[in-house]
Protein backbone atom coordinates (compact mmCIF):
# COMPACT_ATOMS: atom_id res chain seq x y z
CA UNK A 1 0.00 0.00 0.00
CA UNK A 2 1.13 3.55 -0.67
CA UNK A 3 1.03 5.58 1.84
CA UNK A 4 -0.21 9.58 1.91
CA UNK A 5 -1.51 11.73 3.81
CA UNK A 6 -5.09 10.22 3.79
CA UNK A 7 -4.22 6.95 4.35
CA UNK A 8 -1.25 7.50 6.99
CA UNK A 9 -3.57 7.08 10.37
CA UNK A 10 -5.97 4.18 9.19
CA UNK A 11 -6.18 1.08 10.38
CA UNK A 12 -5.26 -0.34 7.01
CA UNK A 13 -1.77 1.11 6.75
CA UNK A 14 -1.09 0.29 10.96
CA UNK A 15 -1.61 -3.57 10.14
CA UNK A 16 0.93 -3.06 7.41
CA UNK A 17 3.12 -0.73 9.23
CA UNK A 18 5.06 -0.65 12.42
CA UNK A 19 5.23 3.29 13.94
CA UNK A 20 7.62 4.46 16.72
CA UNK A 21 3.57 5.49 18.32
CA UNK A 22 2.35 1.66 17.64
CA UNK A 23 5.33 0.24 19.25
CA UNK A 24 5.26 2.60 22.79
CA UNK A 25 1.64 1.49 22.25
CA UNK A 26 1.90 -1.83 21.87
CA UNK A 27 4.40 -1.86 25.45
CA UNK A 28 2.01 0.85 27.75
CA UNK A 29 -0.91 -1.65 26.65
CA UNK A 30 -0.47 -5.00 24.52
CA UNK A 31 -4.15 -5.68 25.17
CA UNK A 32 -5.46 -2.34 24.69
CA UNK A 33 -3.77 -1.72 21.72
CA UNK A 34 -4.57 -5.11 19.91
CA UNK A 35 -8.33 -4.63 20.58
CA UNK A 36 -7.93 -0.82 19.26
CA UNK A 37 -5.95 -2.67 15.73
CA UNK A 38 -8.49 -4.74 15.43
CA UNK A 39 -11.08 -2.35 15.55
CA UNK A 40 -12.69 -4.07 18.87
CA UNK A 41 -12.91 -1.11 20.86
CA UNK A 42 -11.90 3.31 20.83
CA UNK A 43 -10.54 5.12 23.45
CA UNK A 44 -12.79 7.01 24.93
CA UNK A 45 -10.59 9.88 26.51
CA UNK A 46 -10.51 13.35 25.41
CA UNK A 47 -8.71 13.95 22.13
CA UNK A 48 -8.64 17.46 22.91
CA UNK A 49 -4.79 17.59 23.38
CA UNK A 50 -4.08 15.51 20.23
CA UNK A 51 -6.16 18.32 18.31
CA UNK A 52 -4.55 21.29 20.37
CA UNK A 53 -0.90 19.35 18.94
CA UNK A 54 -2.20 19.01 14.90
CA UNK A 55 -3.56 22.26 15.29
CA UNK A 56 -0.32 23.91 16.15
CA UNK A 57 1.54 21.33 13.64
CA UNK A 58 -0.91 22.08 10.38
CA UNK A 59 -0.09 26.03 11.00
CA UNK A 60 3.65 24.96 10.44
CA UNK A 61 2.94 23.01 7.77
CA UNK A 62 1.41 25.11 5.43
CA UNK A 63 -1.67 27.95 5.58
CA UNK A 64 -3.83 25.31 3.17
CA UNK A 65 -3.00 22.23 5.90
CA UNK A 66 -4.16 25.22 8.41
CA UNK A 67 -7.24 25.96 6.96
CA UNK A 68 -8.26 22.30 5.88
CA UNK A 69 -7.78 21.08 9.72
CA UNK A 70 -9.64 23.75 11.06
CA UNK A 71 -12.45 23.09 8.56
CA UNK A 72 -12.55 19.31 9.17
CA UNK A 73 -12.25 20.14 12.95
CA UNK A 74 -14.64 23.20 13.01
CA UNK A 75 -17.04 21.93 15.76
CA UNK A 76 -14.06 20.93 18.13
CA UNK A 77 -12.19 23.89 17.59
CA UNK A 78 -15.04 26.76 17.68
CA UNK A 79 -17.55 27.84 19.81
CA UNK A 80 -21.11 28.20 18.73
CA UNK A 81 -20.23 32.02 18.64
CA UNK A 82 -17.27 31.20 15.73
CA UNK A 83 -14.77 31.91 18.29
CA UNK A 84 -11.94 29.53 19.23
CA UNK A 85 -12.40 27.42 22.54
CA UNK A 86 -9.94 28.06 25.39
CA UNK A 87 -7.54 25.16 24.22
CA UNK A 88 -7.54 26.48 20.50
CA UNK A 89 -6.72 30.29 22.16
CA UNK A 90 -3.60 29.04 24.06
CA UNK A 91 -2.78 26.84 20.66
CA UNK A 92 -2.54 30.36 18.93
CA UNK A 93 -0.43 31.66 21.74
CA UNK A 94 2.12 28.16 21.75
CA UNK A 95 2.43 29.13 17.73
CA UNK A 96 2.88 33.17 18.30
CA UNK A 97 6.01 31.83 20.55
CA UNK A 98 7.71 29.39 18.27
CA UNK A 99 6.29 32.05 15.10
CA UNK A 100 8.27 35.27 16.38
CA UNK A 101 11.34 33.35 17.34
CA UNK A 102 14.38 34.08 14.55
CA UNK A 103 16.12 31.02 15.80
CA UNK A 104 13.26 28.73 15.21
CA UNK A 105 12.29 30.31 11.78
CA UNK A 106 15.95 29.98 11.04
CA UNK A 107 16.13 26.57 11.18
CA UNK A 108 12.40 25.05 10.49
CA UNK A 109 13.18 25.07 7.07
CA UNK A 110 13.14 22.67 4.55
CA UNK A 111 10.18 19.88 3.26
CA UNK A 112 7.04 19.72 5.69
CA UNK A 113 5.20 16.22 7.05
CA UNK A 114 6.94 14.20 5.06
CA UNK A 115 6.17 10.45 4.73
CA UNK A 116 8.49 8.47 5.21
CA UNK A 117 8.75 4.38 5.06
CA UNK A 118 11.62 2.04 5.55
CA UNK A 119 12.66 -1.63 6.53
CA UNK A 120 13.95 -1.80 10.05
CA UNK A 121 14.63 -4.76 11.70
CA UNK A 122 12.88 -6.82 9.27
CA UNK A 123 10.16 -4.73 10.13
CA UNK A 124 8.37 -2.27 7.69
CA UNK A 125 8.04 1.06 9.04
CA UNK A 126 6.12 4.57 8.78
CA UNK A 127 6.89 7.60 9.89
CA UNK A 128 6.18 11.50 9.52
CA UNK A 129 8.50 14.21 9.57
CA UNK A 130 7.45 17.25 10.87
CA UNK A 131 10.86 19.32 9.34
CA UNK A 132 13.10 17.70 6.89
CA UNK A 133 16.01 19.17 5.43
CA UNK A 134 17.76 17.02 3.39
CA UNK A 135 20.73 19.61 1.94
CA UNK A 136 21.89 20.51 5.74
CA UNK A 137 21.20 17.04 7.29
CA UNK A 138 18.81 17.62 9.91
CA UNK A 139 14.98 17.16 10.20
CA UNK A 140 13.14 18.73 13.32
CA UNK A 141 10.29 17.16 15.30
CA UNK A 142 7.68 20.09 17.11
CA UNK A 143 6.72 19.14 20.61
CA UNK A 144 3.82 20.65 22.82
CA UNK A 145 4.52 19.25 26.53
CA UNK A 146 3.07 20.68 30.00
CA UNK A 147 5.93 22.35 30.96
CA UNK A 148 10.13 22.18 29.78
CA UNK A 149 11.37 21.16 33.22
CA UNK A 150 8.79 18.44 34.40
CA UNK A 151 9.79 15.53 35.85
CA UNK A 152 9.04 12.13 35.74
CA UNK A 153 9.91 8.56 37.09
CA UNK A 154 10.62 6.33 34.34
CA UNK A 155 10.90 2.65 35.02
CA UNK A 156 12.73 2.03 31.42
CA UNK A 157 15.49 4.48 32.37
CA UNK A 158 14.95 3.74 36.30
CA UNK A 159 15.34 7.28 37.33
CA UNK A 160 13.51 10.61 36.78
CA UNK A 161 13.19 11.87 33.55
CA UNK A 162 12.04 14.70 31.48
CA UNK A 163 9.16 14.78 28.76
CA UNK A 164 11.50 13.61 26.06
CA UNK A 165 12.74 10.45 27.63
CA UNK A 166 9.42 9.75 29.27
CA UNK A 167 7.13 10.34 25.98
CA UNK A 168 9.99 7.93 24.20
CA UNK A 169 10.63 10.94 21.65
CA UNK A 170 14.60 9.77 21.85
CA UNK A 171 13.30 6.16 20.42
CA UNK A 172 11.02 8.20 17.80
CA UNK A 173 14.15 10.50 16.83
CA UNK A 174 16.62 7.46 16.65
CA UNK A 175 14.67 5.63 14.19
CA UNK A 176 13.38 8.11 12.64
CA UNK A 177 17.01 9.17 11.87
CA UNK A 178 18.01 5.49 11.11
CA UNK A 179 14.95 5.47 8.27
CA UNK A 180 16.31 8.68 6.49
CA UNK A 181 20.20 7.48 6.64
CA UNK A 182 19.16 4.15 5.50
CA UNK A 183 17.52 6.06 2.09
CA UNK A 184 19.52 8.83 1.78
CA UNK A 185 22.58 7.30 2.41
CA UNK A 186 24.15 10.32 4.67
CA UNK A 187 23.99 11.60 8.51
CA UNK A 188 21.23 13.49 10.01
CA UNK A 189 20.99 15.29 13.38
CA UNK A 190 17.36 15.37 14.63
CA UNK A 191 16.15 18.64 16.68
CA UNK A 192 13.35 18.89 19.23
CA UNK A 193 11.43 22.51 18.98
CA UNK A 194 9.41 22.46 22.10
CA UNK A 195 6.42 24.58 23.05
CA UNK A 196 4.68 24.82 25.95
CA UNK A 197 1.24 24.94 27.12
CA UNK A 198 1.65 27.27 29.80
CA UNK A 199 0.66 31.18 29.54
CA UNK A 200 2.67 32.51 28.24
CA UNK A 201 4.36 29.17 26.51
CA UNK A 202 7.51 28.37 26.84
CA UNK A 203 9.68 27.12 24.18
CA UNK A 204 13.24 25.21 23.51
CA UNK A 205 15.19 23.56 20.73
CA UNK A 206 16.52 20.64 21.95
CA UNK A 207 19.87 18.58 20.80
CA UNK A 208 20.03 14.67 21.70
CA UNK A 209 23.59 13.76 22.57
CA UNK A 210 24.00 10.92 19.77
CA UNK A 211 25.30 8.22 22.29
CA UNK A 212 21.78 8.37 23.76
CA UNK A 213 20.42 6.73 20.48
CA UNK A 214 22.46 3.17 20.77
CA UNK A 215 20.30 2.26 23.70
CA UNK A 216 17.06 2.97 22.20
CA UNK A 217 17.64 0.96 19.35
CA UNK A 218 19.00 -1.61 21.25
CA UNK A 219 16.20 -1.95 23.46
CA UNK A 220 13.85 -1.64 20.29
CA UNK A 221 15.49 -4.70 18.54
CA UNK A 222 14.83 -6.67 22.15
CA UNK A 223 11.77 -5.91 22.24
CA UNK A 224 10.24 -5.93 18.76
CA UNK A 225 9.98 -9.27 18.35
CA UNK A 226 7.86 -9.85 21.15
CA UNK A 227 5.31 -6.58 20.15
CA UNK A 228 4.89 -8.24 16.21
CA UNK A 229 4.24 -11.69 17.88
CA UNK A 230 1.40 -10.20 19.75
CA UNK A 231 0.43 -7.85 16.93
CA UNK A 232 0.19 -11.19 14.43
CA UNK A 233 -1.74 -13.00 17.18
CA UNK A 234 0.95 -15.86 18.09
CA UNK A 235 1.24 -14.73 22.01
CA UNK A 236 -2.09 -13.93 24.07
CA UNK A 237 -1.70 -9.90 24.49
CA UNK A 238 -1.13 -8.94 28.14
CA UNK A 239 -3.13 -6.28 29.69
CA UNK A 240 -1.42 -3.61 31.86
CA UNK A 241 -4.29 -3.84 34.05
CA UNK A 242 -3.95 0.36 34.57
CA UNK A 243 -5.42 2.06 31.58
CA UNK A 244 -8.98 2.77 30.25
CA UNK A 245 -9.22 -0.53 28.23
CA UNK A 246 -8.13 -2.69 31.15
CA UNK A 247 -10.45 -0.82 33.90
CA UNK A 248 -13.22 -1.60 31.82
CA UNK A 249 -12.94 -5.66 31.28
CA UNK A 250 -11.38 -6.09 34.74
CA UNK A 251 -12.73 -8.81 37.41
CA UNK A 252 -11.57 -9.28 40.42
CA UNK A 253 -9.94 -12.78 41.46
CA UNK A 254 -8.90 -11.67 45.15
CA UNK A 255 -7.41 -9.48 47.70
CA UNK A 256 -4.37 -7.43 47.16
CA UNK A 257 -2.41 -6.24 50.68
CA UNK A 258 -2.74 -2.49 50.78
CA UNK A 259 0.92 -2.56 50.21
CA UNK A 260 0.14 -3.44 46.59
CA UNK A 261 -1.96 -0.72 45.70
CA UNK A 262 1.53 1.13 45.20
CA UNK A 263 2.82 -1.54 43.35
CA UNK A 264 0.14 -1.20 40.48
ZN1 LIG B 1 -4.29 -1.77 29.65
Known amino acids: ?41 QPEKDKT ?36 RAEFVQAIDM ?4 EYDEFFK ?9 ILTGTLF ?3 WKARIDCFNQEKGYFVDLKTTRSLGMRYYSEKYQSYVSFVEKYN ?13 QKYGKEFTPYIFAVTKESPPDIAAIEIY ?20 VKYGEV ?11 RQHKKLSGFIEVGDLLEM
Open 210 to 229: PGRFDFEMKLLEQELPHVLK
Open 169 to 181: YILQMAVYKTLLE
Open 106 to 114: FVYQGKKEI
Open 49 to 84: ALLVGNYVHSYFESSEAHEEFIEENRNSILKKDGTE
Open 95 to 98: IKAL
Open 1 to 41: MELSKKNYYSNDADWQFMSVSQFKSFQECEASTLARLKGEW
Open 122 to 124: NTE
Open 236 to 246: EPKMCGKCEYC
